[in-house]
């Protein structure tokens, strides 16, 4: 394989420093493979408006779509609420999702056998599960016109608007279609379309896609219902495909019930480049936690599967990507914990650095 391209973009917060264990492992493969990865880095969110006045530059797009992927690590804290709506350093995140066309974001939840007591469920809901939740990231009611605060009458009046073109929910369901086909062949759509005109409409595409996928079990499910089936049994589930909104809300609820959002990765995928690669952007779920930034308490283990994720899907290089996630539950089975895992009788938590550290010691030389 010729030397594919890495943009690294750690963003705010911890941000920095659970990339900085990324970029451990990635110097791993580079000492241990017959190739290396270019990485490059960048500036995104806060960091990058504290630089340039925006919270994503031109010119970090512009490298941006040049990659062969993206590694971001988390965007946003207080120290910017001050700042104009269209200067947050969120709207940094979502103008690369959106200029880049990242319609496809997988949010897999998988709870780790050594943290199945952690979850604030019982055990035996959340013991070997694993769902992945499919997100529409590009449209809906987080891009969709008009929006804004508008005067009417001796009032103001917030309005977002909720848009889906027939393609777009087409494209994200094939995509929810596919990976389930690799999986347990089984894909609920979870909408409102009991009270939306745009839930009537993916309801109806979803359907029509899943005649060309005879094979998989596709049912429906209100989105309301579905948190609630979520928090119930959620090992009913295998793939969910939902919107951007919906899926915001249950792929965050799906990630607690794992016991930590520490742990999950999430891949943002677009169309093929012509190099046949997806376009694709790899993040943890969890946020910029500006409350521990600096103080090793952060839990590296979202932004190393994460690269994980980009081993699979952008690189093809599954046997790399499954020796990553052996490590992770190894060093977890060991009862190492970073400060976030830790439950009664634990011993005392170690840092972000000697999780990484940890965790490299067990990639395994193949
Ligand atoms: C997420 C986050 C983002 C979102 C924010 C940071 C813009 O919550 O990736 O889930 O709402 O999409
Ligand atoms: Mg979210």
Redesign the pocket.
């Known amino acids: 394989m010729s030397n594919p391209s890495l943009l690294i973009l750690p963003g705010d917060g911890i941000g920095p420093e659970v990339m900085a264990e990324v970029r451990k492992v990635i110097n791993w493969f580079n000492k241990n493979r017959d190739f290396e990865f270019n990485v490059s880095e960048g500036l995104v969110g806060g960091s990058a408006y504290e630089r340039h006045g925006t919270p994503l530059h031109d010119d970090t797009l512009a490298q941006a779509q040049s990659a062969d992927a993206i590694l971001l690590g988390a965007?946003?804290g207080p120290k910017y609420d001050h700042l104009d709506f269209n200067l947050k350093p969120?709207r940094g995140?979502?103008r690369l999702r959106k200029e880049l066309d990242l319609f496809a974001n997988l949010r897999p939840a998988q709870c780790f056998d050594a943290l199945s007591d952690f979850s604030s469920l019982k055990n035996e809901i959340v013991a070997g599960l694993d769902i992945l939740i499919v997100r529409e990231l590009t449209s809906g009611v987080?891009f969709g016109e008009p929006r804004g605060i508008f005067e009417e009458g001796n009032e103001r009046i917030g309005i977002n608007t909720q848009r889906y073109t027939e393609s777009e929910i087409e494209r994200v369901a094939r995509s929810a279609f596919d990976l389930a086909m690799q999986r347990d062949k089984k894909l609920c759509s979870m909408e409102k379309a009991n009270v939306m005109e745009t839930g009537i409409l993916w309801r109806e595409v979803v359907t029509r896609v899943g005649d060309d996928y005879p094979d998989i079990d596709l049912t429906h499910m209100y989105a309301d219902a579905g948190a609630m089936q979520l928090t119930r049994w959620p090992k009913q589930f295998d793939v969910i495909v939902t919107d951007?909104l919906f899926g915001?809300l249950l792929?965050?609820l799906a990630a607690m019930l794992t016991g930590s959002l520490g742990m999950l990765p999430?891949a943002s995928l677009g169309s093929q480049m012509p190099n046949g690669r997806p376009k694709a952007l790899y993040?943890p779920?969890h946020?910029s936690a500006p409350d521990i930034a600096g103080t090793g308490k952060s839990n590296p283990i979202a932004c190393i599967l994460s690269f994980a994720m980009a081993l699979r899907y952008s690189f093809n290089m599954r046997e790399d990507a499954d020796i990553i996630e052996y490590a992770v539950q190894s060093v977890l089975a060991d009862g190492l914990r970073t400060a976030d895992l830790l439950g009664q009788g634990d011993l005392a938590p170690i840092s972000t650095s000697e999780m990484g550290d940890a965790i490299i010691a067990k990639l395994l030389v193949s």
Do not use: P
């Open positions: 965007v946003g969120e995140l979502l987080y951007n915001d792929s965050d999430s993040e779920v946020g």
